[in-house]
């Protein structure tokens, strides 16, 4: 070693350098290629501020949606989600307990059904059915969203059993303020 003696625990460095080396060529090398397999995303996600006609005066509801069905590679299915509703004025406040369904809408390519359980004011257990519609860009005033609550087309599907029967909630509301975002996703993940 040239004379040189080496501190216990040290490495020469010849033996750092070929090391280097060798990581330098195997770090170069392509990996090897995995196969691939597709997860299928679908989701509505969105919010802002919705203008409401019910009446003489239209009322404001600030509300917030994300739901997202995933269809995985083995053909399971996952639905995830989340919606806030709350009515200027009103004070009326709905939020998901589950969302059970986000599909496309069968006549609207740009919205979404989205489908489950919902707590009005925080108490109650509702089935209920959002359709949000992505119609153009933020700020355009093109999207809108429909909620019903406890009615007809909201019990369709539902295994849900009202709180009470007698509590039905059914508003069309067009964005003033914010948006809403359609997102389909064939995500390939490797195996």
Do not use: H
């Not at 010849?14 to 597709?38: F, I, M, N």
Request: aromatic fraction near 4%.
């Amino acid at each position: 070693m040239n004379g040189k003696q080496l501190r216990p625990g040290s490495v020469p460095r010849r033996k750092v350098v070929a090391g280097g080396l060798a990581a330098l060529v195997l770090a170069g090398r392509p990996a090897p290629r995995a196969a691939a397999r597709t997860m299928l995303l679908r989701g509505m996600t969105g919010g802002g501020l919705a203008r409401i006609e019910r009446g003489d005066e239209p009322e404001l509801v600030n509300f917030s949606v994300f739901a997202s069905a995933m269809i995985l590679p083995d053909g399971q299915g996952l639905v995830v989600g989340s919606i806030r509703w709350i009515e200027a004025g009103t004070g009326l406040r709905l939020q998901t307990i589950e969302v059970t369904v986000c599909r496309p809408l069968v006549d609207r390519p740009d919205g979404a059904d989205i489908r489950g359980r919902m707590s009005v004011d925080g108490e109650g257990d509702y089935p209920f059915l959002l359709e949000a519609i992505d119609a153009g860009q933020p700020g355009s005033g093109l999207d809108a969203v429909r909620l019903e609550v406890n009615s007809a087309r909201a019990r369709e599907e539902s295994t849900t059993e009202a709180t009470d029967a007698d509590f039905v909630y059914e508003v069309a509301a067009a964005l003033v303020a914010g948006d809403c975002q359609w997102i389909i996703v064939d995500a390939a993940l490797a195996e």
